[in-house]
């Protein structure tokens, strides 16, 4: 038996994605306005999103941003994906449980913690704040989510198929490269995209630990946001955006398909 939607809560439902989202409509919609004034609507006009791609200072954070995100991206991938496979392959072990809490404390850790706690590891050990400190940091803050998303598939994984290929004869890393790692492949790039989704979008942990010449975007339009409202920052914001929803919607789409290709197998 399902319960109707009654009118209190779709109106907390409406008032509640409008509160979520709104914003950043209207952000997207006033990237696209013709006058410089930011809260009035001059007309339709793609001048900013121009402009915004001659502004040679946004577009070399742009260029770091896209290289930190990258590069995070693929240590924490492979990492994450080695943690997984150790969680679900190795059962109980010395020192599990402090290994698990340590690969999920950045996930439910506050940011600010997290990079005060890492800016103060990267000066004791003598790091000077730069480029590879952002990367490590956004490494750090990543690896969990791609281990939960990993772990999931590999916690369904039916291993009678590897079985199977080590009684013909594989060994256990051609096993793995052959039939374990292309059917975990589509969570692995899920988790990917949403590393690389969250590093493109971080700020508080990149503040902490940047240092000259690795200004990220989020730092620079949120400098410029502090001096004033430009209609380049809309535009670049508005790009942003759609990158990080595109990455969350295909992670979304490859994990339920993750998700239904091993359901398939159980049957």
């Known amino acids: 038996m399902t319960r109707r939607l009654s009118l209190f809560n779709v109106t907390s439902l409406v008032f509640g994605f409008a509160f979520l989202y709104l914003p950043i409509l209207l952000l997207v919609v006033y990237s696209f306005n013709a006058s410089r004034l930011v809260t009035v609507w001059g007309g339709f006009s793609t001048q900013w999103y121009g402009a915004l791609f001659r502004n040679e200072a946004l577009m070399e954070a742009a260029w770091v941003t896209l290289r930190i995100a990258l590069l995070s991206a693929g240590l924490s991938t492979v990492l994450g994906t080695l943690a997984a496979l150790a969680l679900t392959r190795y059962g109980r072990f010395l020192g599990r449980t402090l290994f698990t809490g340590m690969i999920y404390a950045p996930m439910v850790m506050p940011e600010v913690i997290t990079g005060l706690s890492l800016l103060l590891f990267f000066v004791a050990i003598g790091l000077d704040r730069g480029f590879w400190t952002v990367a490590l940091a956004h490494t750090t803050l990543t690896m969990c989510f791609v281990t939960v998303v990993v772990q999931s598939r590999l916690m369904t994984f039916d291993r009678s198929l590897e079985e199977a290929a080590m009684d013909l004869g594989a060994p256990p890393l051609r096993t793995f490269f052959a039939v374990t790692l292309p059917l975990i492949a589509p969570s692995i790039v899920a988790g990917f995209l949403l590393a690389f989704t969250l590093s493109l ?6 503040s902490f630990n940047t240092g000259p010449g ?13 001096l004033g409202l430009s209609p380049e920052v809309n535009a670049a914001s508005a790009i942003l955006i759609g990158i990080v929803t595109l990455g969350v919607i295909v992670a979304t789409v490859l994990t339920k398909r993750s998700a239904a290709r091993a359901q398939r197998q159980s049957h």
């Open 201 to 206: 979008d971080d700020l508080v942990i990149a």
């Open 214 to 226: 690795a200004t990220t975007l989020p730092i620079k339009i949120y400098s410029q946001v502090r």
